[in-house]
């Protein structure tokens, strides 16, 4: 007999993250978290010099740039159009000892645990009319700060929850249901992300097996979620591309989070752009020869988290599904709605890149470029699905 295949299992991913994903704003107070807020989703909140001046967490929907979605909208000229969108919510400033309550630091950080990643704005600008509540800038340090009380906040967590946990299992004995089982092998688990805690990593930066990573996903870890750094440099400095602490900062992430992203921007710049009409803005970005880096810092909460959205269009409705890259048809289906997962017989599918050949769904088809696929099909980026199930009789949906 042949020897059996050996299926290779596919790795998971930290984080649940659904269709309404959702970026938390971090950092120390007066490092331009409000205003890089007021840019990104042109709204009007509060950016006052002082410290604590958000004091409930703000929060706003912003769309995820895409050409291939606005182009779908000119094809379909459809009545309702959903693009992805990406929930940003600024959260108050922490400071040193936050995680034991110092400034407004338990609220805050309940706040950071129900976000999906962080993007975490670093000062790298020197203003004397700019108080920083350390004293001087460095960047370093405030990096370290924040790191240092997000993780001390998981482990406060997590020891509460392990001891209690390890009382349980313990007049459980050594026999058990299935249930107690899988409750020593939850605090086992837990336990090991303790000591890696304790060791002073970040949850996201362990090599977790498969079983780990659905245990650690029921906890929300602060320190599971993906972060993206935004050094906010003065206008001056984005504008000449040029920054005496961006070195320094990059060298600091490489050293301790290898592979997180980092992205130089102007709070300031950008927020200024916002206020302005148009024609004035395009005019403005020309003249410094600059363009807007926020259209790349949305993108990237979603590139972050391994994020990719397909698409449904039609005469009703153009919309954009946000999935995890290498998910299948049907779970992919079950994002509209749990019965197409639970129904699914097959996708029709077919490219963005195609449609845009072709020009129509029909030239799609007769070019032989409108497929169906079935439970096994990964769903694509940037993918045109129609789904067929059967849960409801003679009942389709796009």
Known sequence: MPPKKVVKEEKLLLGRPSNNLKIGVVGLPNVGKSTFFNAITNS??????????????EESRVAVPDER????????????????????IDIAGLVKGAASGAGLGNAFLSHVRSVDAIFHVVRAFSDPEVTHVEGEIDPIRDMEIIHNELRLKDLEVLKKYVETGERAVTRLGTGGTAADKEKKEEIAILKK??????????????????????VINQ??????????????????????????FLPKIKE????????DLLIPFSASFEHGLTLMEPEAKAEHLKSHNAVSILPKIIVSGYTGLRLIYFFTAGADEVRAWTIRKGTKAPQAAGT???????GFIMAEVFGYDSLKEFGTEAAVKAAGKYTQKGKEYVVGDGDIIFFRFNVTADKKKR
């Open 193 to 214: 992300v303790l000591e890696f805690l304790e060791a002073g990593n970040d949850v996201r930066k362990g090599n977790w097996t498969n079983k780990e990573v659905e």
């Open 44 to 57: 009007a909140v509060a950016a006052e010099n002082y410290p604590f001046c958000t004091i409930e967490p």
């Open 336 to 342: 509209i709605h749990t019965d197409f997962e639970r």
């Open 252 to 259: 600091w992430i490489d050293n301790n989070n290898p592979g």
């Open 69 to 88: 979605f606005d182009d779908l909208c000119r094809i379909y000229k459809p009545a309702s159009k959903v693009p992805a969108y990406l929930t940003v």
């Open 219 to 244: 906890q929300h870890f602060i320190t599971a979620k993906t972060v993206i750094y935004l050094a906010n440099v003065s206008e001056k400095d984005y504008i000449r591309r040029k920054n005496k």
